[in-house]
């Protein structure tokens, strides 16, 4: 059976693989947040005061600006190896910014909980992550959107398990796919 691989198929799957990665570190600020709110010191994260506090704005372009270029780097590897440490770094920078912007929001909406900011967290990874995909790779509008919702609801779905469960299994797979997956060669 001869290989029908087009052109824009392939765009088309690079783009899922490296949204695969923004999964990836969405997932893993859910997955990292429902874990730390059974840790005693990692809770006490969440209630930021005294300087901490101030700077809680700044600490939260920090972590996003890491976790992006960890993102963008980890795009150009050749090695697996290195694409997959790499987008750990950014998932782990991800995660690290929910306590700031649970800090952020709890100006505007008094009874943020740690859950939502981590929501709102793990949308803008992926998003993030997604629009440089979606820019460098330049795949069809459809597959685009038909790919984008798919993983916007299996975040939210992440975001509204109460154990975290879901969302530790949707970072294995993204990091797997985004790590191990490799396009076919064009016919």
Not at 137 to 162: C, E, N, W, Y
Request: charged share 10%; hydrophobic share 60%.
């Amino acid at each position: 059976m001869p290989n029908t691989m087009t052109e824009e198929r392939l765009r088309d799957l690079e783009c899922d693989r490296l949204m695969a990665a923004g999964l990836c570190m969405g997932a893993t600020t859910i997955a990292a947040t429902r874990m730390a709110a059974h840790i005693p010191a990692a809770a006490r994260m969440f209630e930021l005061d005294g300087a901490i506090a101030i700077m809680a704005p700044i600490a939260l372009l920090a972590t996003l600006i890491i976790g992006a270029i960890a993102f963008i780097i980890a795009t150009d590897q050749k090695s697996r190896l290195a694409a997959g440490i790499l987008t750990a770094v950014g998932a782990g920078s991800m995660a690290a910014a929910v306590p700031f912007l649970r800090q952020c929001l709890a100006l505007y909406v008094p009874d943020t909980t740690a859950a939502w900011a981590a929501a709102v967290t793990a949308f803008t990874a992926y998003g993030l992550c997604a629009s440089i995909a979606i820019q460098d790779q330049k795949p069809s509008g459809r597959h685009a959107a038909f790919s984008a919702a798919i993983t916007v609801f299996a975040l939210l779905q992440a975001a509204m398990d109460g154990s975290g469960v879901f969302s530790m299994i949707l970072a294995a797979m993204g990091m797997l796919f985004f790590t191990l997956w490799r396009a076919p060669t064009a016919s």
